[in-house]
């Protein structure tokens, strides 16, 4: 006897009729017509049954702060951060752990069970860090959250940066971040990449940093990333979030790019909803959209996830959580619509972030953690072409979150009584 039976489930990999057997937190068994039988069945009615979803790009010190101080009235990164420096000083822990909070109750409700959280290290009393250690730890039956320490200010033009990181990393924040295109040239930028790299080689950890965000074609610090994360045996260990700078470049040097991102192992990570809305804002018409070059990475073997960034903060007013309205922006933005593409999209927030961030037992074969979204969606295109409902949020056998199914009812004489945006 189980403890759990998911009946009647489709995967995302097009298998349908599953039944998932859970024992002691852990998916046990997955196949059709399963005779056992559990103390608790959930019949999932051929709806799409997913691992969670993961975000691999967040920053959870300023999520739900937006208006505070003011709104960023131009828009752009740059007033974003100056606003982030504006907001900073008023900060405190308890805030700040509050909003975080409350944000993972959402994310919960979403399906999204894995978090990587840049925080912000140049606050010198590091309250931001000291916040989020807090939430990771009080999150941690329900949620993982993967700490990034993130010298928002430069790690060379912060005074302090260097060392603030290096305590942030000493009080238990898991990944080395960084901002090469904000340091103050371009040799400073390369620099930090080289510093930061030895920095996590030294320590055993990942490096994600805040990578060429800008429409800059000649911001190539992602070819600096790849060359350290070759050199220091790093691959696999590596991401590059936004690489924005990469949509604006000589297709010639792409050529030669993409191979060296590829041999040393890093991924990257495009933000669409951000890097839709931050970038091309210097530019007239016609504007770019800056995000970087997802089908192309994909096509050289490159794993590519999407992030969230920011839900209602200095850089961004909207979001809730949402990975599959992520994914939806992702897809438009590179303009994925084969189906083959369209699935890369799902991974994008599912299977491949979790990689990223190296989550152990994620997936859906016996002897991961049982960890699910039932969505009320066929397929992984059906869910984001509808944002789909979840329906049950599972983790570690337990279900965390309902939310009932989306029906409409319609009084329209001659059609039928309800309607609900499936074929
Ligand atoms: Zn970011």
Redesign the pocket.
């Known amino acids: 006897m189980f403890d759990l039976i998911v009946r009647h489930c489709t995967l995302p990999d097009g298998r349908s009729d599953q039944d998932i057997g859970i024992q002691q937190g852990r998916i046990v068994a997955v196949h059709p017509a399963m005779a056992a039988t559990a103390a608790q069945e959930i019949d999932a009615a051929g709806y799409l049954v997913s691992p969670p979803f993961v975000d691999a790009?967040?920053?959870m010190d300023s999520t739900l702060s937006y208006g505070q101080p003011r709104v960023n009235q131009s828009g752009t990164l740059l007033e974003g951060i100056a606003l982030w420096g504006e907001f900073k000083p008023l900060l405190t822990q308890e805030a700040i752990v509050d909003r975080a909070l409350q944000y993972c109750d959402w994310a919960v409700a979403r399906g999204l069970l894995a978090i990587r959280s840049?925080v912000d290290i140049c606050d010198p009393r590091l309250l931001a860090t000291q916040a989020l250690l807090h939430v990771r730890e009080k999150v941690k039956p329900y949620l993982d959250l993967q700490l990034v320490a993130?010298p928002q200010d430069g790690v060379l033009r912060s005074p302090q940066a260097l060392s603030q990181l290096k305590r942030a990393l000493d009080m238990g924040v898991d990944v080395v971040g960084g901002i090469p295109h904000f340091e103050r040239t371009m040799a400073d930028g390369t620099e930090s990449v080289r510093i930061l790299c030895e920095l996590a080689a030294e320590r055993g950890l990942r490096v994600d940093m805040?990578c060429d965000?800008t429409d800059d074609p000649l911001s190539r610090h992602i070819e600096t990333l790849a060359f350290h994360a070759q050199r220091l045996g790093l691959q696999g260990r590596v991401a590059g979030?936004?690489l924005t700078s990469m949509h604006s470049m000589d297709n010639y040097y792409v050529s030669k790019l993409l191979p060296l991102i590829k041999e040393a192992g890093v991924a990257a990570i495009a933000?669409p909803l951000?890097n839709i809305t931050l970038q091309g804002r210097h530019d007239s018409y016609p504007k770019r959209r800056g995000m970087t070059r997802v089908p192309e990475m994909l096509a050289s073997g490159i794993d590519v996830a999407f992030?969230h960034?920011?839900v209602m903060d200095p850089?961004y007013s909207l979001g809730s959580g949402d990975m599959l309205e992520v994914a939806h922006m992702g897809l438009h933005v590179a303009q994925m619509t084969g189906q083959a593409a369209m699935r890369q999209c799902f991974e994008a927030v599912t299977t491949t972030p979790a990689r990223i961030l190296g989550l152990d037992g994620y997936g859906l074969e016996p002897g991961c953690h049982a960890d699910l979204v039932l969505l009320q969606a066929r397929d992984p295109v059906e869910a984001i072409r509808l944002r789909a409902n979840r329906l049950a949020v599972i983790r570690r056998g337990q279900v965390l979150a309902r939310t009932p199914p989306q029906v409409a009812t319609l009084s329209v004489p001659g059609r039928p009584a309800s309607v609900s945006f499936s074929l």
């Open positions: 790009h967040f920053h840049h993130f805040h965000e979030s936004h933000n951000i992030g960034d920011c850089w």
